[in-house]
Nanobody, 120 residues
Framework: QAQVVESGGGLVQPGGSLRLSCAAS????????MGWHRQAPGKQRELVAS???????YYADSVKGRFTISRDNAKNTVYLQMNSLKPEDTAVYYCEVIIELRRGAQRNYWGQGTQVTVSS
C-alpha cells in the first residue's frame, strides 16, 4: 500500500503564490506518474498538471504560464508552484500517484486534498 500526503494549501490574495507538496510513501517502488487535480464546488475534478516517470509534463491550459510542476524522485515527492493565483483557482487540490503493479496492472492513490482559497 502507498500513502500520499499533501501540504501547502491555504488562503492567499489574488496575484499571490503558493507551493503545494505531495509526498508518497510505502509501496512506491514503481511510480508511473504523479500529478495534481483540483475540484471546485459544483465542478468536476480537473487535471491541473502531471509529471510522468519518463519526464513528460502536462499542464491544463488554464494554468499554463502560472503553475510549475516539479519532482524530487529521491524523496518520492512532487511539487506544484502556483504563481499569479486567481480566484478561479480556488479549489481542493488532490495529489494522484499512479503505481505500476506486477503483471502490468496499475493502481492510483489519492491524497486527502489540500484547500487553496484565492480571495481578497
Amino acid at each position: 500500500q502507498a500513502q500520499v500526503v499533501e501540504s501547502g494549501g491555504g488562503l492567499v490574495q489574488p496575484g499571490g503564490s503558493l507551493r503545494l507538496s505531495c509526498a508518497a510513501s510505502g509501496s512506491v517502488f514503481s511510480i508511473l506518474e504523479m500529478g495534481w487535480h483540483r475540484q471546485a464546488p459544483g465542478k468536476q475534478r480537473e487535471l491541473v498538471a502531471s509529471f510522468s516517470s519518463g519526464g513528460a509534463i502536462y499542464y491544463a491550459d488554464s494554468v499554463k504560464g502560472r503553475f510549475t510542476i516539479s519532482r524530487d524522485n529521491a524523496k518520492n515527492t512532487v511539487y506544484l508552484q502556483m504563481n499569479s493565483l486567481k480566484p478561479e483557482d480556488t479549489a481542493v487540490y488532490y495529489c494522484e500517484v499512479i503505481i505500476e503493479l506486477r503483471r502490468g496492472a496499475q493502481r492510483n492513490y489519492w491524497g486527502q486534498g489540500t484547500q487553496v482559497t484565492v480571495s481578497s
